[in-house]
């Protein structure tokens, strides 16, 4: 798949490489996000795979990151809120890309390229 669409913008699927020519600033900081609170990364897949265990065939990240705020007490590392919205496009495609079963769980739409 590609990368881009044929204006040069959006981001499809799979995720970048780390370093790669096509690698965004936003996904640069998600992946020092990440590194740094894995523990939401932990609860992002054992929720989504709850919801494919409920029945959900689809599901948005977002609102998988909501019932972890709303349901534990997982919070970002020096941070007073529990989960920034920054990421759930990145972490919907982490998830799929890392986890092939999710594969499709979440709905990926264009992102601009910064």
């Known amino acids: 798949m ?3 669409d044929m204006k040069g913008q959006g981001y499809f699927f799979p ?3 780390s370093g790669d020519a096509n690698e965004t600033n936003a996904w640069r900081e998600f992946r020092r996000y990440d590194e740094q609170n894995p523990q939401i990364w932990e609860e992002f897949v054992v929720r989504s795979k709850e919801a494919m265990d ?3 065939e689809k599901i948005g990240a977002h609102f998988i990151l909501q019932i972890i705020r709303w349901y534990t007490g997982v919070r970002a590392n020096g941070n007073t809120w529990k989960v920034s919205n920054n990421h759930f496009p990145y972490y919907a495609r982490k998830c799929m890309q890392e986890h092939p079963d999710t594969k499709g769980l979440f709905e990926i739409r264009k992102l601009t390229r910064d």
Request: without cysteine; negative net charge; glycine residues 12%.
């Open 15 to 17: 995720p970048p490489e």
């Open 54 to 56: 409920k029945g959900f």
């Open 2 to 4: 590609e990368y881009f």
